[in-house]
């Protein structure tokens, strides 16, 4: 496998379900991150880590709970999800330079899309 | 204000043509990076081309360029004889920065790039 790899790729589920996005880097780097994609919005980033720390959570509801076990894994476990949480989502890396500044370019997944029912 | 702007929400462009994709910014930083992702249907968001602000040169890449002009704020992708597989939505994204929360990109509507036979 190369890159960065996202399973499933097409998930339908309905409002009670829980269930895990997951997504694997083969890159190297120490840096992943969680995106929203609606239609016809910008994406929206939803959590980042580094150096598997959570650096950032932009006020993303409770109902998405992400985990970085280690460099190479994220997940996003999803809990009692609405219809407006139809998206595609989109996990990216990048590699994060030891001074913590961000210079790299970010390399994404295919991505999963999300239905709820 | 907007940050990133791409004016063009959707073009056609004959196969082979040249195409030029429009994207302005604004920032007051002096130091941020230009960066151009192409998402064709299948969702997966693939990174084409970046541009530093200090670049003295325009980026290319294969048939991709940035056609730089740092005073107007634009970083418009060039596209040289255009395939039909380049028929994709395309994204123009800038990061802000040197600072060590700067791992958020900034991102476009994006043009849905349509080449026809």
């Known amino acids: 496998e190369t890159g960065v790899t996202q399973t499933p790729r097409h998930l339908v589920m309905g409002m009670t379900n829980k269930k895990s996005l997951k997504c694997e880097q083969h890159?190297?780097?120490?840096?992943m991150y969680w995106y929203k994609q609606s239609a016809k919005k910008p994406l929206e980033l939803m959590f980042v880590?580094?150096?598997?720390?959570?650096?950032e959570n932009n006020s993303v509801p409770s109902r998405f709970s992400p985990e970085c076990p280690n460099s190479s894994h994220l997940f996003l476990h999803l809990h009692t999800l609405q219809p407006e949480d139809s998206a595609l989502y989109l996990c990216?890396?990048?590699?994060?330079?030891?001074?913590?500044?961000?210079?790299?370019?970010?390399?994404f997944g295919p991505g999963t899309r999300l239905t709820v029912l | 204000a907007q940050k990133i702007t791409q004016t063009q929400p959707g073009m056609f462009v004959q196969e082979k043509e040249a195409v030029t994709l429009d994207c302005t910014y604004d920032?007051?930083?002096?130091?941020?990076?230009l960066f151009w992702y192409k998402q064709p249907s299948s969702g997966e968001m693939i990174f084409l081309i970046y541009?530093?602000?200090?670049d003295q040169q325009n980026a290319t890449e294969g048939r991709y360029s940035l056609n730089f002009q740092k005073a107007r704020k634009s970083a418009n992708l060039v596209i040289s004889a255009s395939q039909l597989g380049d028929s994709a939505m395309y994204f123009c994204a800038m990061r802000e920065g040197l600072m060590d929360s700067n791992y958020q990109l900034i991102w476009g509507a994006g043009t849905k790039l349509i080449i026809k036979p």
């Open positions: 990216a890396s990048s590699q994060v330079a030891a001074s913590g500044i961000y210079t790299d370019t970010q390399y």
């Open positions: 541009q530093g602000s200090y």
């Open positions: 880590y580094s150096l598997e720390e959570r650096v």
């Open positions: 920032t007051s930083d002096p130091s941020y990076g």
């Open positions: 890159l190297g780097h120490n840096a």
